[in-house]
């Protein structure tokens, strides 16, 4: 089983009540077991949302508001519902397909806390929790390179 960002599948979960629909994305799941997460919405975050971005160890909105603890618990809770479901299914979780530079879902690569576009080294806190339990994960952008 994959785990693939809700809003690259269409979903309006994004900050601005929007999505990142990716055709690369929706094809992906057309062709593998799937399931869809969102750690913002799952935290309790409202949409639409102030955007985030890590900084100093730190996620900050555009307003000023600290929501590391938000952000966290989302996190944990789509993780675990990940884990639950590929309990479900019978089946491990082979890798994760989650939005570029997201506070989130961001790997290696996320904004830089100036809310301007710039990119520095880093991790979305979801990401970072597959990450760390060794499950692989690429961006919408590394699809075509056939990274799965
Ligand atoms: S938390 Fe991830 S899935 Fe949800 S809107 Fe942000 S990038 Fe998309």
């Not at 409202?46 to 555009?62: L, N, Q, S, W, Y």
């Not at 990119?119 to 799965?148: N, Q």
């Amino acid at each position: 089983m994959y785990l693939i960002s809700r809003c690259l599948l269409g979903a309006d979960c994004k900050y601005n009540g929007g999505n990142n629909f990716c055709q690369e994305a929706a094809d992906f799941r057309a062709a593998h077991s799937c399931f869809g997460v969102c750690p913002e919405a799952a935290s309790g975050l409202p949409v639409p949302r102030p955007p985030a971005e890590r900084t100093c160890g730190r996620i900050i909105d555009k307003e000023g508001k600290d929501v590391t603890a938000e952000f966290e618990k989302g996190a944990e809770i789509s993780l675990l519902a990940a884990l639950q479901e590929a309990q479900r299914r019978g089946e491990e979780i082979e890798g994760a397909i989650l939005k570029a530079n997201s506070p989130s879902c961001g790997s290696g690569k996320i904004y830089d806390g100036n809310f301007d576009g710039t990119l520095t080294d880093g991790w979305g806190c979801f990401a970072a929790k597959l990450r760390d339990r060794g499950i692989k994960v690429i961006s919408e952008k590394e699809i075509k390179d056939g990274k799965f």
